[in-house]
């Protein structure tokens, strides 16, 4: 498949479709992990969306399969990682995603919202380690502009809160129909 390959790219000639991840899996099963990867490496081997995805769902969480799932990962595109993180059910996809969505947060906070931090805002902070104390004023900022519940709003019925709840309680138990 190598001397295809080779073949094709000399002479200019289109590749058909599928023929990286065919190739990549062939490669997977034949070779030695670390070998494996050094084609990666070295451009022999391009990891396809497909491949890596059915590599993903296909090998189970063993400690060499973890290690050869983590390696593909850090070689895959920024993009293309993003997308097969969901596909791993792994303690370390999950905390890439988090940080990603935190980070999307906290990016349309900021275009929402300048940020004018000085550190003399409370007595006594001292900003040891910037990105969380960033977080913390962000949080605290966002914190003081959230509603206290337990401040009494203008306008409420107590009576028709009160009821209210007690009749969705109700139907949620399946003592009373909707």
Same mark, same amino acid.
């Given at each position: 498949?190598?001397?295809?390959?080779?073949?094709?790219?000399?002479?200019?000639?289109?590749?058909?479709?599928?023929?990286?991840?065919?190739?990549?899996?062939?490669?997977?099963?034949? #070779?030695?992990?670390? +070998?494996?990867?050094?084609?990666?490496?070295?451009?022999?081997?391009? #990891? +396809?969306? *497909?491949?890596?995805?059915?590599?993903?769902?296909?090998?189970?969480?063993?400690?060499? !399969?973890?290690?050869?799932?983590?390696?593909?990962?850090?070689?895959?595109?920024?993009?293309?990682?993003?997308?097969?993180?969901?596909?791993?059910?792994?303690?370390?996809?999950?905390?890439?995603?988090?940080? %990603?969505?935190?980070?999307?947060?906290? =990016?349309?906070? !900021? @275009? !929402? @919202?300048?940020?004018?931090? +000085?550190?003399? %805002? @409370?007595?006594?902070?001292?900003?040891? $380690?910037?990105?969380?104390?960033?977080?913390?004023?962000?949080?605290?900022?966002? =914190?003081?502009?959230?509603? !206290?519940? $337990?401040?009494?709003?203008?306008?409420?019925?107590?009576?028709?809160? =009160?009821?209210?709840?007690?009749?969705? *309680?109700?139907?949620?138990?399946?003592?009373?129909?909707?």
């Amino acid at each position: 498949m190598f001397r295809i390959l080779e073949s094709t790219q000399g002479l200019c000639l289109p590749l058909p479709p599928g023929y990286h991840t065919l190739f990549a899996v062939f490669a997977m099963r034949c #070779l030695p992990h670390h +070998t494996f990867l050094q084609y990666i490496d070295h451009g022999f081997l391009q #990891l +396809t969306e *497909t491949f890596v995805s059915r590599l993903m769902t296909d090998l189970d969480n063993s400690d060499a !399969n973890e290690r050869l799932k983590f390696s593909i990962l850090k070689r895959l595109p920024q993009d293309m990682e993003q997308r097969i993180y969901h596909m791993w059910d792994h303690p370390v996809s999950s905390a890439s995603i988090s940080r %990603d969505y935190v980070r999307t947060l906290l =990016e349309k906070h !900021n @275009k !929402n @919202k300048g940020f004018a931090f +000085t550190g003399r %805002d @409370k007595p006594g902070f001292r900003p040891e $380690f910037l990105p969380l104390t960033y977080l913390a004023k962000i949080l605290s900022d966002i =914190e003081e502009q959230a509603l !206290n519940p $337990f401040e009494e709003q203008e306008n409420v019925d107590a009576k028709f809160v =009160e009821e209210t709840a007690l009749k969705q *309680t109700l139907i949620l138990l399946g003592f009373e129909k909707k």
